[in-house]
């Protein structure tokens, strides 16, 4: 089976039109982490993460990076109830604007090295993870 317990083939394919085409904020923030730029951490873009899409992920550290445009006010209990799920499977979820980037990103890169630095969660993955990035364990 090549799509792990927590994705299906919709999710990645929803992910991977999301990447296509960032905002920009995403990709200013994108261009600060990708490639192991950040504390060389690696971080994922538009990943599927039970049964959600998430902006930045840094599976070693358990962190979840999202950003919010204007819409996110009209669904603040349906990101407040997605926080808390991911919250509940053991990753740390940080919120930013998509203005705080765009006009403050050594604010918002400052916050992300606050929660990497932070001593790692003490229990283990709830899942198998690959080193591939693939097949059995893919998120």
Not at 91 to 97: K, V
Not at 116 to 128: K, L
């Amino acid at each position: 089976m090549r799509e792990g317990r927590f994705m299906v083939k919709e999710p990645r394919q929803f992910a991977r039109n999301l990447r296509k085409v960032p905002t920009s904020a995403e990709d200013v923030l994108w261009q600060a982490l990708r490639g192991r730029r950040f504390q060389g951490l690696k971080f994922r873009r538009q990943v599927p993460l039970l049964k959600y899409t998430v902006d930045f992920l840094c599976l070693e550290r358990k962190l979840v990076v999202e950003l919010d445009g204007k819409q996110h006010g009209w669904f603040a209990e349906y990101d407040a109830r997605r926080t808390e799920e991911i919250n509940g499977h053991g990753f740390e979820l940080l919120r930013f604007t998509n203005h705080d980037v765009l006009n403050d990103l050594e604010f918002v890169l400052l916050k992300i090295a606050e929660a990497v630095t932070s001593p790692e969660p003490s229990y283990p993955h709830p899942w198998p993870l690959s080193h591939t990035g693939e097949g059995k364990g893919d998120l």
